[in-house]
C-alpha cells in the first residue's frame, strides 16, 4: 500500500514557477514509477510526465521544455517542477505511483496560473 500526498500548488502569475510535491508513504517507493497528471475544469485528466523506476522520463508536448520531473528516492518524494507557466496549465495536478497491476493517487493540488 502506497499514499501519496502532493504540495506546493498555488496561484501564481504568467511566466512564473512553481515546484510541487509529492510524497509517500509505505515500502519499496523506488521500485515505482511515478507520473503527474492534471485535470482542468470541465475535461478529463491528462498526463503531464513521468517518470520510471529506472530513470527513463516522458512529457507531454504541451509541457515539454518547461516542466523537469524528478524523484528523490531517500526521501521518498517525486518533485514537479514547473516554469514559463501559462494560463492554461491551470488544473488540479495528481501524483500516481504505479508498479504492474498497482496504481495509487493522491488527492490533488490545485495550480492557478493569472493572465
Known amino acids: 500500500q502506497v499514499q501519496l500526498v502532493e504540495s506546493g500548488g498555488g496561484l501564481v502569475q504568467a511566466g512564473g514557477s512553481l515546484r510541487l510535491s509529492c510524497a509517500a508513504s509505505?515500502?519499496?517507493?523506488?521500485?515505482?514509477?511515478m507520473g503527474w497528471y492534471r485535470q482542468a475544469p470541465g475535461k478529463q485528466r491528462e498526463l503531464v510526465a513521468v517518470l520510471t523506476s529506472g530513470g527513463t522520463t516522458n512529457y507531454a508536448d504541451s509541457v515539454k521544455g518547461r516542466f523537469t520531473i524528478s524523484r528523490d528516492n531517500a526521501k521518498n518524494t517525486v518533485y514537479l517542477q514547473m516554469t514559463s507557466l501559462k494560463p492554461e496549465d491551470t488544473a488540479v495536478y495528481y501524483c500516481?505511483?504505479?508498479?504492474?497491476?498497482?496504481?495509487?493517487w493522491g488527492q490533488g493540488t490545485q495550480v492557478t496560473v493569472s493572465s
Open positions: 500516481k505511483a504505479f508498479l504492474g497491476p498497482r496504481t495509487y
Open positions: 509505505g515500502s519499496s517507493f523506488s521500485m515505482y514509477n
